[in-house]
């Protein structure tokens, strides 16, 4: 596969695995996690994103649309059922009010840039980060890059909610130095009502991955309200306490920092109100998980507990 579609491109990301590290954001994921801070990375199409503030009210979007899903009254109105993502609009907004999210790269072209920083993954002990959206997705184009990377002998790390058929998981395996492996839930029922999918082939993926050794961080989101409760945390500590091999567990803890883009996107967000979790909260399952002799890395240090 020589071409795939992602939406970002972050240089110089220092929490996408060890070093300084060029993270690449792939479209498409299966899950609909309710907290999903990467809306954008959802559809494995290109989308349009209208940001008002942005907006300078020139109003070429108007005439540009062939839809007619752009109207003015006070302002910009996007009539989301009636855009087609065309784009038409995106390409006569000169402010960036209006702008496509998602391009098709080629492995050659997403390859250069990722070797301009050679020098500081070399200074760092970093390298790239193919994350999303879940990279699986694309599992061809994924398998491509790892493979050009290792010849380049650049550090390999998988960011992967683990939805993924074991074959596309067990293809990849011997190219990724690191898979930062997502837990949820433990329950399937929670984890359905949450992400819109069962977590029988996330659990089975990890102890299948866990039983080749593979270098594992698994990393749990903490959602206040929704999966930070002792039950779901003492059921995850349970399971991966019996994995033959695990490199570490990490707690993600929630943040808002997506919450325009689902405006942006015409999304409804289904978590509004939630609030980050105050750090005794992070502090206190963190020692639960410790509790299990688990390899519990302390969130944004590094640092073993």
């Not at 899903?69 to 784009?87: L, M, Q």
């Not at 020098?119 to 994350?131: E, H, I, L, P, R």
């Not at 997506?258 to 996107?265: E, F, N, R, T």
């Not at 750090?279 to 020692?287: A, D, W």
Request: include cysteine; hydrophobic fraction near 35%; aromatic fraction near 8%.
């Amino acid at each position: 596969m020589t071409s795939g579609t992602i939406f970002d491109i972050k240089c110089y990301a220092i929490n996408d695995g060890p070093g300084i590290r060029t993270a690449v954001f792939f479209k498409g994921c299966p899950l609909r996690c309710s907290w999903c801070h990467n809306p954008e990375g959802q559809e494995l199409r290109p989308q349009m994103m209208f940001r008002a503030n942005r907006c300078q009210g020139f109003k070429d979007c108007l005439q540009a649309c062939p839809q007619e899903a752009i109207s003015w009254v006070d302002g910009s109105i996007t009539n989301w059922e009636a855009c087609d993502g065309c784009g038409k609009c995106a390409e006569v907004c000169v402010t960036g009010g209006r702008e496509m999210v998602g391009r098709v790269v080629e492995v050659q072209d997403l390859m250069a840039e990722i070797e301009r920083d050679m020098v500081f993954y070399n200074q760092s002990g970093g390298g790239v980060t193919f994350t999303g959206g879940e990279p699986l997705m694309q599992r061809e184009f994924l398998r491509t890059l790892l493979a050009c990377c290792k010849t380049s002998g650049i550090h390999t790390t998988v960011d992967t909610s683990g939805y993924a058929t074991w074959e596309g998981l067990e293809s990849i395996y011997p190219l990724t130095d690191l898979f930062l492996y997502d837990l949820k839930f433990a329950d399937e029922t929670r984890h359905r009502q949450y992400t819109s999918v069962s977590n029988n082939l996330i659990l089975e993926n990890l102890q299948k991955l866990s039983a080749r050794k593979a270098n594992i961080l698994v990393r749990i989101p903490l959602i206040p309200g929704i999966n930070d409760d002792d039950e779901n945390i003492h059921s995850s500590a349970t399971f991966l306490k019996r994995l033959p091999y695990l490199a570490g567990v990490e707690l993600m803890p929630y943040h808002e920092i997506g919450l325009a883009k689902y405006q942006a996107l015409g999304m409804k967000y289904q978590l509004e109100g939630t609030r980050p979790a105050k750090r005794e909260k992070i502090e206190e399952v963190e020692q639960i998980l410790a509790g299990y002799n688990l390899p519990v890395i302390k969130h944004s240090s590094g640092r073993a507990l």
